[in-house]
């Protein structure tokens, strides 16, 4: 995303905020990313049963577009 020029504000991984990843700020919570970058699209890379969880937090944040973007993820336990 970075490469083709979009402006990434933040990104969000609980338990990761104050980190960097290429340049980009990490935010523990959706919320954060918000009040402290200006986040207003958020686009989740996650396996599908988590996207659910995701979007909502997003919602809740006041994210109005939300980009999905489900994998599978197959466990081998």
Do not use: Y
Not at 9 to 31: I, L
Not at 50 to 70: N, Q, R, S, T, Y
Request: net charge negative; proline share 5%; glycine share 12%.
């Amino acid at each position: 995303m970075l490469a083709c020029g979009t402006n990434v504000v933040a990104g969000v991984s609980p338990g990761k905020g104050g980190q960097e990843v290429h340049g980009v700020p990490v935010c523990d919570t959706v919320q954060e990313a918000v009040d402290l970058h200006g986040a207003n699209v958020s686009v989740l890379f996650l396996p599908a049963r988590f996207v659910l969880d995701g979007a909502i937090e997003a919602m809740e944040a006041g994210i109005e577009l939300i980009v999905v973007v489900p994998s599978i993820f197959r466990s081998t336990i």
